[in-house]
DNA sequence: CTGGGGAAGGGGCCC
DNA sequence: GGGGCCCCTTCCCCA
């Protein structure tokens, strides 16, 4: 009886104990299905989430597709065009920057028509006479149109139609010549700070090659010399290689002013400023313009105290998208003229050697190397900065509203130096066209155009015998005598005759004795300039040049090579 | 080394 | 405003 009241009991817990835990699976079931309609809910939110970010993804990829496709057809245009363009490339951009306009200015962008080369458009490479409508930008004295004075600013840009945003152009030819490795001459020139000394080269071969060619000064000279650098003084060369940069779309910046106003500079040389200058055109055409960042951020001269401080603001991150540009004034005044001086350092080899006027060929120079400071970051922003988005960004709303307290200011200096004299030292006819490279003032429009050629690298002249091109039609004309053989000048002492009239002149000294050149340590002269600087040479002890036969050294490559020709000529 | 010429780059000026 | 010329300067090369 007791086992089986017993045996009821245990039933009776088992089955309690059934519920039980049926009553809690129910539970648990209703708990996890809870908690898993959450968790879809929260899944199905995160997939529509991720759907939207890949479409978006997607978008993206095609944007940069898009804009690759276009590269590559940039690329072949460039391909067709003359190499000695694609340098403008690299000055695109130069005029970004931020600034503000001085007070009681209106600024604004207006379209012009004029002769000038753009990048987006192809070159007439004979005679270049293809129109291109360009910007001009206008600063319109805010008098004119009873705007009170410091008034703000009002920068607007145009883009005329069809007109390819410049940006983009700048960004496709950075992007189409940034898989081409760059010359090692280039990277040479672009990495290495030039000692003032040459290095020491051995001629291997007869012909030195890229790298010799870049290690000598005479050769960096060279460089320069058919690049942007006016000078030779291998003191620039620091600066020669760096960007000059600016914009080849010449567009023109027009500085409009009624009434004669007196200009004062804010800033001052002390502003430490990166410069450098540009590389040749000859060798850049060649060049990685991704290669210029690094070059810019690895050459610095802070002790130029002449540096553009237009540079400056031109360069900055938000430059303007140009190629090219013109600064024109309608009338400057310049206060505290500083006589335009030298460093030691930057004096050219034969300073105080030359003729009469070599000194003001010296100021030149050294405005120009003003001029080429002014190009100097741009190249490192322009191509830093290029990424295929940016390119279909908004055109540079900066147009414009960069510079122009820094840039007026710094035109003065740079033209006074250009000049020798000053804005307004005399010159009758009034320079209201300024170099948007190196603020260097003209006269007319189509002055500045032919002058930024030597900042853009551009040579729409091409000689149809030999293939040689020319940023001038006069000097392809001058060029053609040497397949003409035409010499029109020739010496009345001795029937020689000469294709130049400066040959000509200089060909005279033979019969005269003159020898305007003279050496101050050993009281030499010399007929011409370049004997004398060849002469220094010996005084100075520079011999890079080194035989690799015997050791020998020389402080001329021909003097390598008319001794190898000489005593190894049957090595 | 020195002397000299060829050729080219660039600015200024004139027509 | 454009073309052309003159001039100066420079680099390269050769004798």
């Known amino acids: 009886m007791a086992n089986v009241n017993c045996m009821g009991f245990h039933t009776q817990i088992a089955s309690i104990m059934e519920v039980l835990a049926n009553a809690a699976v129910v539970e648990i079931c209703k708990v996890v299905d809870d908690d898993y309609a959450v968790f879809r809910v929260e899944i199905s939110q995160s997939q529509k989430e991720n759907r939207g970010l890949r479409r978006k993804l997607q978008l ?51 379209p012009a028509e004029h002769n000038a080369w753009r990048d987006d458009q192809p070159i007439a490479i004979n005679e270049g006479t293809g129109t291109s409508t360009q910007h001009v930008i206008v600063i319109e004295p805010a008098d004119a149109e009873a705007v009170g004075p410091g008034a703000s600013s009002l920068v607007k840009q145009e883009r005329t139609e069809g007109e390819e945003d410049p940006q983009h152009s700048r960004d496709i030819h950075a992007g189409a010549a940034a898989g081409v490795a760059p010359p090692v001459a280039m990277v040479d020139l672009a990495t290495t700070p030039q000692p003032r000394t040459r290095p020491s080269i051995t001629e291997v071969s007869g012909t030195l090659n890229a790298v010799l060619k870049s290690e000598t000064d005479t050769e960096t000279h060279r460089l320069l010399h058919t ?47 990166e410069t450098g200058n540009d590389l040749s055109r000859s060798y ?51 206060e505290g003229d500083a006589p335009l001086t030298c460093n030691a350092d930057e004096t050219p080899i034969w300073k105080g050697y030359s003729q009469g006027n070599t000194s003001d060929f010296l100021d030149c120079r050294d405005g120009l190397e003003t001029s080429l400071n002014v190009a100097t970051h741009s190249p490192s922003h322009v191509f830093r900065d290029r990424d295929p988005v940016s390119t279909s960004m908004a055109p540079s709303d900066s147009h414009g509203r960069v510079f122009f307290d820094q840039v007026f200011n710094s035109n003065d200096r740079a033209r006074d130096k250009v000049r020798g004299g000053g804005a307004a030292s005399g010159n009758s006819k ?102 004398l600087k060849m002469h220094l040479k010996v005084h100075e002890g520079e011999r890079p040049f080194t035989c690799m036969h015997c050791g020998k050294r020389f402080s001329e490559r021909s003097y390598l090579r008319t001794h190898q020709q000489k005593k190894h000529s049957a090595v």
Not at 291 to 316: A, K, Y
Not at 455 to 483: I, M
């Open 284 to 334: 850049t055409t060649e060049m990685d313009p991704g290669i210029m960042p690094l070059v810019l951020e690895t050459q610095t001269d802070l002790s130029r105290g002449d540096w553009n401080p237009f540079s400056s603001s031109v360069c900055s991150e938000e430059c303007l998208d140009k190629k090219g540009e013109v600064i024109v004034i309608d009338e400057v005044k310049v």
């Open 60 to 110: 993206l990829e095609l944007k940069v597709a898009r804009e690759r496709a276009e590269r590559t057809i940039r690329e072949r245009v460039l391909a067709s065009r003359p190499s000695s363009v694609k340098i403008l490339d690299r000055y695109r951009g130069m005029a970004r920057g931020e600034g503000h306009f001085t007070g009681g200015h209106r600024s604004f962008v207006k």
């Open 430 to 531: 009034e320079k209201r066209f300024l170099c948007m490279f190196c603020n260097k003032g003209f006269s007319c429009l189509q002055k500045v155009e032919i002058h930024q050629r030597v900042h853009t690298g551009e040579n729409p002249f091409n000689c149809t015998q030999c293939e040689k091109r020319f940023s001038r039609q006069d000097h392809l004309k001058r060029h053609q005598r040497v397949h003409t053989g035409e010499k029109p000048f020739s010496c009345p002492q001795c029937e020689k005759r000469f294709s130049q009239a400066g040959d000509l002149k200089r060909h005279q000294r033979v019969h005269t004795g003159e020898k305007p050149f003279s050496c101050t340590q050993c009281h030499m002269r010399f007929a011409l300039a370049g004997n």
């Open 227 to 273: 690049g942007f650098d006016h000078g030779s003084d291998p003191e620039r060369l620091l600066l020669g290689r760096l960007g000059c940069s600016p914009a080849p779309d010449s567009k023109y910046l027009l500085y409009e002013n009624s009434s004669p106003r007196t200009v004062h500079s804010h800033q001052d040389s002390s502003d430490a400023l």
